[in-house]
């Protein structure tokens, strides 16, 4: 990408998520009992989770052209679009955490509530956390590459069943969940207008950190072959 | 799903929430969600604790405060690792005595 251009593309996505999160504060609400204000956390917590979802695919796609090209940078890639991703997924854990400690669960002192999406999501990124293991596990980079390539499929595989299908069979506090209405039902158009937005914007800035780092790694390679 | 849910419905231009008053005071504490069925009976009408009482003020506002903190604090540590990733990387270079070429850049 040209240097203009990606500066320019920068300072748009900086100025996207600093609007995000202005109307995510001003912007009014319906109230909604227990909710209250917390409903704005859509506009925070659950954009993590796109980006995790955007980061788990980009990373088995680098995964999966590694295995037809044999070519290392997809490797660095594949690897580096995990690592960001878990990052946000952590996030995510820890602000739904913060969120339903004092929605649902007020006056219970439960910072950790066995929701099943919540725990689906811990297993996620424990089946992402083994992905590292065996990386680091390798001294060999092809073989490291090949290895940890076919496993991060897998570990791809079970993204929509641990974080989409399992998680809706069970009563939880999530939309779409067992006896729950659906997130279409609930939500008041408005907040699409800042929701749809935020997802752009978190991704946005998935791909900005995950971009960095691969370009460092790539530099630290070429340093190792000159 | 037992007879105690009570749905918040949309007329199209406001959400109409089910009136807090219905059905058996001694068991709800008034809050009532499509959720309630499940969660109701979690909730205890105990007094808040100091962070409670901090966090549940201004409506909850301070809540979605701490997600976008959380958040904030993560962003940092990422830019604190890769600014570490960057060190390294100059120390590789000074080591191999290539300081010329890291001028280039």
Known sequence: ?226 | MNSHVKEITWTGSEFVLPLQTQGDSSQTTGIETAYDSIWAAEVPVADPSPLERIMLAEDKLYVVLAVVLVIWFGIVAMLVRTDRKIKDLERRLSDEGLEGRSKTR
């Open chain 1, 1 to 226: 990408m040209k240097t203009r251009t990606e500066a320019l593309l920068k300072s748009l996505i900086v100025l996207w998520v600093t609007a995000v999160i202005f109307a995510g504060f001003l912007l009014d609400i319906p109230r909604i009992s227990i909710l209250e204000h917390t409903a704005r956390n859509l506009y925070f917590h659950v954009p993590l989770w796109f980006a995790l979802m955007a980061a788990f695919f980009v990373s088995a796609w680098h995964s999966a052209r590694f295995l037809s090209t044999e070519d290392l940078d997809y490797d660095v890639r594949a690897s580096h679009a995990a690592m960001v991703g878990m990052a946000f997924g952590i996030l995510g854990l820890v602000t739904g955490m913060v969120w339903a400690r004092f929605t649902w669960y007020v006056g219970t002192n439960k910072w950790w509530n066995n929701d099943p999406k919540q725990v689906m999501a811990a297993v996620q990124l424990m089946i992402y956390g083994a992905y590292f293991v065996l990386r680091s596990s390798f001294d060999h980079s092809e073989k490291r590459a090949r290895v940890s390539a076919v496993y991060n499929l897998f570990a791809a595989a079970t993204v929509p069943f641990l974080l989409y299908v399992l998680p809706r069979q069970f009563q939880s506090l999530h939309p779409g969940a067992e006896g729950n209405p659906a997130f279409d039902e609930i939500t008041h158009p408005i907040m699409r207008l800042v929701f749809y937005p935020a997802i752009m914007g978190f991704i946005a800035l998935f791909w900005w950190i995950y971009s960095q780092r691969v370009r460092l790694t790539l530099l630290e390679r070429r340093l190792e072959h000159e």
